[in-house]
């Protein structure tokens, strides 16, 4: 089983900036990908970004690409998703994810699904004003 531990939410104006943390530990070798989705209220989760613990490229979803950027460092088990030209719409509580299906086939990339994670973290609140 791989643990999560989510930090770095909290309030920024739109147009602001957030890193958010997940910090893994336990088997993290057996997973395939590590994720990021959110949930915004009255909203069901949705997947935002992925990222594998070896060389596969990212995924976005299409409405944070090219403003999140989703990276990984391998020695400290830690994956950070950096979110800049924050908008109001990006509230949500972010959550990070841990799955052993990869996103990416070989030949295309799709989003994670809710019920392809194995692990899930405590969920941290990131609020863009407007």
């Known amino acids: 089983q791989v ?3 989510e930090s770095g939410g909290g309030l920024v104006q739109a147009g602001g900036s957030l890193r958010l943390s997940c910090a893994a530990s336990g088997r993290t070798f057996s997973s395939s990908s590590m994720a990021w989705f959110r949930q915004a209220p009255g909203k ?3 997947f935002v970004a ?3 613990w070896s060389t596969a490229y990212p995924y976005y979803v299409d409405s944070v690409k090219g403003r999140f950027t989703i990276s990984r460092d391998n020695s400290a088990n830690t994956v ?3 979110m800049n030209s924050l908008k109001p719409e990006d509230t949500a ?3 990070c994810a841990a799955s052993l299906i990869s996103y990416y086939s070989g030949t295309y990339y799709r989003p ?3 019920d392809e994670v194995i692990s ?3 969920g941290t609140q990131v609020t863009v004003s407007s």
């Open 50 to 52: 992925a990222i594998s």
């Open 120 to 122: 899930w973290g405590q």
């Open 112 to 114: 994670l699904k809710v």
């Open 93 to 95: 509580v972010y959550y």
């Open 3 to 5: 643990q999560l531990v």
């Open 80 to 82: 950070y998703l950096q």
């Open 44 to 46: 069901e989760r949705e």
